[in-house]
């Protein structure tokens, strides 16, 4: 029953850095999206795909990419590492025909670019 | 202007007490409307969907109004466990998908 999983719950890089956070759903949902949240801004959406294979840009999707290659995994990558990335990371999955029904949510990663 | 506004508070009440939070959208496409939960330093969760017929789940009573583009979440009975941030939510469908919208939050504690 493991939802939505998203590692690393913690990271710390410097500036210029890039890596790649990993989100798995295990739904078979067909929607999935990445989220940042800073203090006073809500949840602001980066890219979000609908299926396997498509990905589109959300409100602030400049420094990251993303890919779909299979249902299950949604990762982000941070190109190179900026100050201005230093956030709270929700990745989201939702069902297409249960839109209704809203979103489940990772625990989030905590990045934090020195 | 945000297409989802909400007060962003804090409310402060006390245990026992009713208390209400407003959400006004400026997207009349707007299709989906929820009310989402999230306590410090976790995930959002889905506390219910909104209707526009109202609905109600135990302490918790859900308002749509689509001609004034508002959505209302009403507390009865207030608990300390009740102490979080209510994020009310918007979604529209688009080609292969849908749209969703948060607002930034409104904060509650909840004092014994």
């Known amino acids: 029953n493991a939802g939505v999983t998203q590692t690393p719950k913690f990271q710390v890089l410097k500036t210029g850095q890039s890596m790649t956070l990993q989100c798995a759903q295990d739904?078979?949902?067909?929607?999935m999206s990445w989220y940042r949240q800073d203090p006073g801004m809500g949840l602001r959406l980066i890219h979000y795909?609908?299926?396997?294979?498509?990905?589109d840009q959300g409100e602030v999707p400049n420094g990251y990419n993303v890919s779909r290659s299979t249902t299950e995994d949604f990762p982000l990558r941070l190109l190179s590492a900026a100050p201005s990335q230093t956030s709270v990371y929700f990745c989201?999955?939702?069902?297409?025909?249960?839109?209704?029904?809203?979103?489940?949510f990772g625990s989030g990663t905590r990045l934090t670019v020195v | 202007r945000k297409e989802v506004e909400q007060d962003p508070g804090p409310f402060n009440v006390p245990e026992g007490a009713t208390v209400a939070f407003n959400c006004t959208y400026s997207?009349?496409?707007?299709?989906?409307f929820f009310w989402y939960r999230q306590d410090c330093r976790k995930e959002p969760k889905l506390l219910m969907s909104?209707?526009?017929s109202g609905n109600e789940d135990g302490r918790f009573t859900a308002q749509l109004n689509r001609a004034s583009q508002y959505i209302s979440l009403l507390i009865r009975d207030s608990k300390l466990s009740d102490s979080a941030t209510y994020l009310c939510?918007?979604?529209?469908?688009?080609?292969?998908?849908?749209?969703?919208?948060f607002g930034a939050g409104t904060r509650l504690f909840v004092k014994a």
């Open positions: 909104v209707y526009s």
């Open positions: 939510v918007v979604s529209r469908y688009l080609t292969g998908g849908f749209k969703t919208i």
């Open positions: 739904m078979n949902h067909e929607y």
């Open positions: 989201a999955s939702g069902s297409k025909s249960e839109g209704r029904r809203g979103y489940t």
């Open positions: 997207n009349s496409a707007s299709q989906s």
């Open positions: 795909s609908v299926g396997a294979g498509i990905t």
